[in-house]
């Protein structure tokens, strides 16, 4: 679907949110305003992070970002094109629930949608080995998820994406159930991945510190309803990895989202006291 | 083996020993049962002279219907009622009170509606298991984690293609157990139904051998009944098994 008549082409910018609000229907009450209205470009190729109190409609911003849900109000374009009621072709999406087939293999699992999409077995075969051995499950490409460990099934599933070669990832929390040493190293294989891939990414996450040594902006949201506070310029050179938690940069970047966060994340809190 | 089956086996023939010595010490008298060891032998003998296989394939081939027809109608009704939720409100009730409805009470009926042929006891061994398959259906499917509904989203694929290579593989196990139970109840259906007033059938043999004082008979088909039934009750299983293990469930 293009972009809506009489709607400005804003930017050329890889993705555009402008106006994005996203209201709940209730039962018997006013509907409950989760979302926005938000107005975001991502860069092409950029590694966009998103941090927020709980609550505050991140995983929303996903959903709509992805097709996945409608926004109530605005419009969403993916290079030039609306996006509306449905995933558009080249965008993948890892979320931070186990999303692993359980009853298919390793292999089967990172082959699934290129199966699903027509590819020839030759390529299947040529894909899915480079992205077993890409993300360290070579051994493993005959065990189901059930053998593997939380981290490991979130591998599969970050490969099962990339090997749809997607020119948009969106990760929704794919690091919450990990510890903190595991989740450093994820963060170096998903920069190795970023910058091989040269996709755009926009990582959700809860983390401060992961948003802060991962991405090239961070965009800090309020309390619910979400709208961008703030975004944070990193300057992160492209080659970075988990070492640059160690520098002062690091502590300064981190520093910073909390001081934007701490007032916002109190008032979710309240908000959750109230709902209770 | 593990310890557990090994006790099982021990419990199953220390269990057929002792009615195997009571039949021969007399203590259970021949009139009242035959040794195990007879049974067998009988029912050898009856399918080596080949005198009960059109029973056999009669309840076995109404069985096979009868079963099939549940498992495909269960699924489908169970999807289609997990896909409405004011539908499944209204049905859980009735579901959970199906069990209370002695469905052989309609037989009499069904013969009026379908004949005295096979048909009614094939309706009956399919009431019987139909609700089997439904319930487990809807169980399975609630245990579909909504992530994978929306995995498939982003990869795209309509409703069918959700269904068939996500949801169902999903709920596998769970339809597993469904048509576990859809087995023995289309036989309990089918082989209730003979024994009432069909024309033929294992139950209707089993039903004249003993209004003609025949135990060899009886017991035969009886013998032959419970394997068959625990042939296809532990090959499901040992499935069951595998699917469930692959999904670290065991």
């Known amino acids: 679907m293009r972009r809506p008549a009489g709607v400005p082409r804003m930017s050329e910018a890889h993705v555009v949110l402008e106006g994005v609000t996203r209201m709940f229907p209730r039962e018997g009450q006013a509907p409950l305003h989760a979302l926005g209205p938000i107005d975001l470009e ?7 992070g998103v941090v927020g109190p709980s609550g505050c409609g991140k995983s929303t911003l996903l959903d709509v970002i992805a097709g996945l849900s409608l926004p109530s109000a605005g419009w969403i374009a993916i290079d030039g094109t609306t996006v509306g009621g449905e995933v558009p072709e080249g965008v993948g999406v890892v979320f931070q629930d186990d999303a692993s087939f359980p009853w298919l293999t390793v292999w089967d699992n990172i082959a699934f949608g290129l199966r699903q999409r027509g590819a020839g077995a030759a390529e299947i075969a040529e894909r899915v080995t480079r992205a077993l051995a890409l993300m360290g499950l070579g051994d493993f490409a005959r065990a189901y998820p059930a053998q593997l460990s939380g981290g490991m099934r979130q591998r599969v599933c970050i490969a099962r994406t990339l090997v749809l070669q997607p020119r948009l990832i969106l990760l929704d929390e794919p690091f919450g159930a990990l510890d903190q040493q595991t989740r450093l190293l994820m ?14 990414i926009l990582l959700i996450t809860h983390a401060l510190d992961e948003a802060a040594m991962l991405s090239d902006r961070v965009g800090v949201m309020s309390a619910r309803p979400g709208r961008f ?3 944070v310029e990193t300057a992160w050179p492209r080659e970075r990895d988990s070492r640059i938690v160690a520098s002062s940069a690091f502590g300064a970047i981190t520093g ?21 | 083996m593990k310890l557990a089956t090994k006790l099982r086996i021990v419990v199953l023939v220390a269990a057929v020993a002792a009615v195997e010595l009571l039949c021969r010490a007399g ?31 009669r309840t076995l081939s109404a069985v096979g219907v009868a079963l099939f027809a549940s498992i495909v109608a269960g699924a489908a009704a169970g999807t289609a009622i997990h896909s409405l939720p004011r539908v499944r409100r209204t049905l859980d009730p009735l579901l959970a009170a199906y069990y209370s409805v002695p469905v052989f009470v309609f037989y009499p009926m069904f013969i009026v509606i379908f004949g005295l042929n096979d048909r009614p006891k094939i309706v009956i061994g399919f009431l019987y298991a139909v609700a089997a398959m439904i319930i487990n259906t809807l169980n399975g499917l609630d245990r579909v984690a909504p992530v994978l509904r929306k995995t498939a989203r982003v990869f795209r694929m309509g409703p069918a293609a959700t269904t068939f290579k996500v949801v169902l593989p999903c709920a596998a196990p769970y339809l597993f157990t469904g048509v576990k139970l859809a087995v023995a109840y289309s036989f309990i259906g089918v082989v209730g139904s003979e024994f009432i007033l069909s024309t033929g059938g294992l139950g209707y043999q089993i039903g004249f051998a003993y209004h003609d004082f025949n135990n060899r008979t009886m017991y035969a088909l009886i013998l032959f009944i419970l394997a068959v039934t625990l042939i296809a009750n532990m090959s ?7 699917l469930l293990a692959r999904r670290g469930l065991l």
């Open chain 1, 42 to 48: 991502l860069r092409a190729g950029e590694f966009f």
């Open chain 1, 187 to 200: 963060g170096d294989e998903l920069l190795n991945l970023w910058r091989q891939t040269g996709a755009t």
């Open chain 1, 229 to 231: 506070l703030e975004i």
């Open chain 1, 256 to 276: 910073r989202l909390w001081s934007l966060l701490r007032g916002e994340s109190l008032k979710a809190m309240q908000l959750e006291r109230r709902a209770e």
């Open chain 2, 27 to 57: 203590i259970i008298k021949a009139f009242t049962m035959i040794p195990p060891s007879e049974m067998a032998l009988s029912l050898w003998r009856l399918v080596a002279a080949g005198k009960a296989h059109n029973d056999m394939l």
């Open chain 2, 236 to 242: 499901l299983h040992a499935w069951e098994k595998v």
